[in-house]
């Protein structure tokens, strides 16, 4: 009843930007948090920052300063703006939404599809 979809990803040379994009849709009622996520080989899925359906941010130390996250609600649709990129913050990055449908009890999980963001030294 939602699926989430996610843009903006590619190669970028270090000190650089990108902005990514994930669209909730489907039978959608409500939804409450948004986040991102990334994983990168041999390492951990990790959260990387999450807004609240009122606003407040929070963020990984790592990407503190450097990312911006956001939502609009009226589009249904969270960013992450990616600024000073570093090689380390290579890896496939995931939106993620706790929403309500028609057909859910309450609030569920819904992840992306992913998208890859690689940033060269």
């Known amino acids: 009843q939602v699926q989430l979809v996610e843009s903006g990803g590619g190669l970028v040379q270090a000190g650089g930007s990108l902005r990514l994009s994930c669209a909730a849709s489907?039978?959608?009622?409500?939804?409450?948090?948004m986040g991102w996520y990334r994983q990168a080989p041999g390492k951990q899925r990790e959260l990387v920052a999450f807004?609240?359906?009122?606003?407040?941010?929070n963020y990984a130390d790592s990407v503190k300063g450097r990312f911006t996250i956001s939502r609009d609600n009226a589009k249904n649709t969270v960013y992450l703006q990616m600024n000073s990129l570093k090689p380390e913050d290579t890896a496939v990055y995931y939106c993620?939404?706790?929403?309500?449908?028609?057909?859910?009890?309450?609030?569920?999980?819904?992840w992306g599809q992913g998208t890859q963001v690689t940033v060269s030294s």
């Open positions: 993620n939404v706790a929403a309500t449908s028609v057909l859910t009890l309450g609030f569920g999980s819904y």
């Open positions: 489907g039978s959608i009622l409500s939804i409450g948090v």
């Open positions: 807004i609240s359906s009122g606003g407040s941010t």
